[in-house]
């Protein structure tokens, strides 16, 4: 697989973070196990109409603000 960046390391992590074994030895979830839950269950409920305008126009405000960052 060729790098399609340069600037991205060639270097990729083949296990997904989900898949490791958690070091938590209750077995309790993690925060990042947390988070990626969280961000799944959003992305459930992103098909929601009333979410859809909201990306959009956050964005344009992203933009607005005159950040030096890369909108990509």
Not at 1 to 23: G, K, L, N, Q, W
Not at 46 to 69: M, V, Y
Request: proline fraction near 17%; include cysteine; hydrophobic fraction near 15%.
């Amino acid at each position: 697989m060729e790098p399609t960046d340069p600037t991205e390391p060639t270097v990729e992590p083949t296990v997904d973070p989900s898949e490791e074994p958690t070091r938590d030895p209750i077995g309790e979830p993690t925060e990042t196990e947390q988070a990626e839950e969280e961000s799944v269950q959003e992305s459930t409920t992103a098909e929601d109409p009333s979410d859809e305008p909201q990306s959009p126009k956050k964005d344009q405000d992203l933009a607005n603000t005159g950040s030096p960052r890369c909108l990509c």
